[in-house]
């Protein structure tokens, strides 16, 4: 499905991205970010970051991941691992990699200093600002963060104001139900001046928008005879995604002395959902034709326990932050259709179709801790300097999963001598743990070389072990298998980085970063169902077992400006990524998978951010990137030749706003507001073939009225009802040849939210 772009032409328009804006509405507001883990000006900061601030996520009606990813140029979202908890995998800049591990990820994903798995789903709620870092953050941020970091920061606990706000919002969405929400948030001097408490919660809904149906016939794969489903049939089952989800924190901040501050901090959240949302072969599809009508609920459940200490010295501060982040989750999915294939068109001996549901669960521990010092001297000279340790345990795992009468009725098919080949009608168990522990030195030093030339040179030096096992068996395993190992390195990420102030409204810089990702391990290839096919791609299993760490190089120059009187911004970046030994996942026919060096790769393009604010009450904004990737030394892999473009990563992005708040009656304000976001063109990768993704475009509308304490909206998300592929999805076993499960965005959903400030 293919559609204009005529909302791209809207958007550039109306204009794009976004630096934010003041309520007033007196020119454009200023943000301060703390990107370089120090705070500064988003326009002076030497770095291409996209910054939304807690107004913009209040006012663009933001709730989870994919709304503030349109926002960000260059941001791109695929989801191309399995299941539905950890398939998401951001790309920043071109450079993208899927996949579950624990060190798989390009992107960083951080909770205030927290890192969390990047495919995280947290709750947008009581944020004080995102933060989207491109280009390589390996000195400061460290491994899986060698394509850019994304940071949710939440609101800080005041010590003298008690305030708070509640909301709610209740909609609908096409082809599914109604989806409900309410949150809020309290702050509270428990002792003025020298104790505050922050806490929030939420809890909501969100209806699912597929629909199960009886499947009557199936086919023979030898004979391509079609024979009535000899399973009872079954009512169409409406909205099995069903999803609800609850969560909070609790966030306390004590000033021990003048000097001294310590903030300790909780936050917890649960999703469980009915079923997998992923559309069959179109993206517009939401009906799920299937055998059997059989439970596929999942669960992702995740908390953070941290405590920052903040020590105030003569000449800079400390900052400590020492935290424990724990995850799980729990999914399932009914196999039978690709154990049909691989019977009937692998084994040759089609058989009548057994229900088979297969579960996936992962583990994730991760312990961290950084202590860091940045100074404030009065010179020509200011650095930052730091240590760091994570121990990050991740365990990939498929429960018991049988097939119950699979060996009788595969003997029974097959007929003397062929004995049964599914002994127990075990399809597949696995238990695989992988540790990863990483040690790290950083630091940048600031030289003031003029009152208008500084110079940042600045390092990180890491050393990583990696300790795996796994421990198989099944018909799907090739019977039983086990193997363990260990990896270690070492190394070194610079940068340097130049900025110069060329007027009091335009600051120029360029830089040149290396950024790098941790080797990892891969599982069991089956030898049974994948050995010719790995035969004919000249691979040895044995060595697939384990992949190496890859690296890159990242040249980037920028200009950032504040023009007519604090009324437009426009920063713009141009750059070029040089990817060695790039490591990607490689899908293939017989439903196992692996992650590999493919090569190497090279990323260029560019990102133009303009906001406005003409006239008092309205607001402008503009964003564009421009990625254009290419494999370049191929080792052969499928899907990454010489000159193929890297999956998952469009070609384009854009995103605009254009909000206008006027006077209504006594103290009330209106507001309207337009959003609008495009996804160019990209490919996806599975069964060993690469696919084209169309390019997508969304557009959303907001209208309210808004006082000092009531904010009442009336929205529209979608507007034009776009069912985007926002990825392939092998979901918790294998792609079924002919049967592609998509993953795509939510439909048009109409609703009213309400905030009550206090």
């Not at 994730?364 to 994570?390: D, I, P």
């Not at 049974?528 to 384990?546: D, F, Q, V």
């Not at 337009?674 to 209208?703: F, M, P």
Request: contains cysteine; hydrophobic residues 35%.
């Amino acid at each position: 499905m293919k559609k204009t772009s005529s909302y791209l032409a809207l958007c550039c328009a109306l204009s794009l991205a976004s630096t934010g804006y003041a309520e007033e509405y007196e020119g454009l507001e200023e943000i301060v970010v703390t990107a370089t883990k120090r705070s500064e000006s988003l326009q002076e900061v030497g770095l291409s970051v996209t910054a939304l601030t807690s107004a913009e996520i209040e006012d663009m009606g933001m709730d989870d991941y994919l709304d503030f990813a349109v926002r960000v140029p260059n941001l791109g979202t695929a989801y191309q691992a399995d299941g539905r908890f950890d398939a998401n995998a951001p790309a920043i800049r071109g450079v993208f990699g899927s996949g579950d591990a624990a060190s798989a990820a390009t992107t960083g994903f951080y909770i205030d200093d927290v890192p969390v798995s990047v495919a995280l789903h947290p709750r947008v709620i009581d944020l004080e600002r995102i933060e989207v870092l491109r280009g390589p953050q390996g000195s400061l941020y460290g491994a899986r963060s060698m394509g850019g970091t994304i940071r949710l920061i939440t609101q800080q606990p005041s010590l003298t104001e008690n305030y708070g706000s509640i909301h709610s919002s209740i909609s609908s969405v096409t082809d599914g139900g109604i989806n409900n929400l309410i949150d809020g948030s309290i702050n509270v001097p428990v002792v003025e001046d020298v104790l505050g408490l922050r806490v929030a919660a939420y809890s909501g809904s969100n209806s699912g928008i597929y629909d199960r149906v009886y499947q009557p016939t199936w086919t023979n794969l030898q004979t391509n005879q079609v024979f009535a489903n000899p399973n009872p049939a079954f009512r169409k089952n409406e909205d099995t995604d069903d999803e609800d989800f609850w969560g909070g924190q609790i966030f306390a901040k004590w000033q021990v002395t003048d000097a001294l501050t310590i903030t300790p901090k909780f936050m917890y959240q649960k999703i469980e959902a009915d079923g997998l949302p992923f559309a069959d072969v179109d993206s517009e599809e939401t009906t799920q034709v299937r055998f059997f009508d059989s439970e596929e609920p999942g669960e992702d459940e995740w908390w953070i326990g941290s405590v920052v200490l903040n020590l105030d010295v003569n000449k800079g501060s400390f900052t400590s932050t020492t935290a424990y982040y724990e995850r799980e989750t729990d999914e399932a999915e009914e196999e039978h259709t690709f154990l049909d294939f691989i019977y009937g068109a692998a084994v040759g001996i089609p058989i009548t179709p057994l229900e088979s549901v297969l579960r996936t669960t992962s583990e994730y521990e991760n312990f961290s801790h950084e202590t860091r010092f940045t100074s404030s001297l009065e010179g020509k000279v200011n650095f930052t300097v730091g240590v760091f340790y994570a121990d990050n345990e991740f365990v990939r795992g498929y429960p018991t999963a049988l097939q119950v009468g699979a060996d009788a009725a595969l003997a029974a098919a097959g007929g003397p001598p062929v004995p049964g080949i599914v002994p127990g009608d075990l399809i597949f168990i696995t238990n695989q743990p992988e540790d990863v522990e990483e040690m790290a030195v950083f630091g940048e030093v600031t030289l003031d070389v003029s009152d208008k030339i500084s110079v940042t040179v600045g390092g990180r030096w890491y050393e990583t072990e990696v300790d795996f096992s796994a421990v198989s068996d099944g018909f799907a395993n090739g019977g039983p298998s086990a193997f363990s190992g260990s990896q270690k390195e070492n190394g070194f990420n610079p940068k340097v980085m130049v900025s110069a102030d060329v007027s009091d409204q335009v600051n120029l810089y360029a830089s040149a970063a290396k950024g790098f990702r941790i080797g990892g391990v891969n599982g069991q290839i089956s030898p049974t169902l994948c050995g010719a096919e790995i035969a004919a791609l000249n691979l040895n299993p044995a060595a697939l077992r384990s992949y190496d760490s890859d690296d890159l190089w990242s040249y980037e120059v920028g200009v950032k400006s504040n023009l007519a009187d604090n009324r437009v911004a426009i920063n713009a970046s141009v750059f070029m990524i040089d990817w060695n030994d790039t490591l990607q996942n490689i899908r293939l026919a017989c439903g196992f998978q692996f992650s590999t060096n493919v090569g190497d790769a090279e990323s260029r393009g560019a990102e133009v951010e303009i906001s406005a604010a003409p006239v008092d009450g309205l607001y402008l904004s503009l964003g564009v990137g421009y990625t254009d990737t290419e494999v370049k030394g191929s080792r052969g892999f499928p899907g990454f030749a010489n000159g193929d473009e890297i999956s998952g990563v469009p070609d384009m992005t854009a995103t605009a706003t254009a909000q206008y708040v006027f006077p209504l009656v006594d103290d009330w304000n209106g507001r309207l507001r337009l959003d609008a976001n495009h996804y160019g063109e990209s490919t996806s990768q599975n069964n060993n073939v690469i696919r084209e993704r169309d390019s997508w475009s969304a557009v959303n509308v907001r209208a309210g009225i808004t006082n000092e304490s009531w904010d009442i909206t009336l929205f529209a998300d979608n507007l034009t009802d776009e069912r985007a592929n926002l990825g392939d999805n092998r979901s918790i076993a294998a792609e079924t040849p002919s049967r592609s499960r998509i993953v795509t965005n939510r439909p048009r959903t109409i609703g009213l939210e309400a905030r009550y400030h206090f």
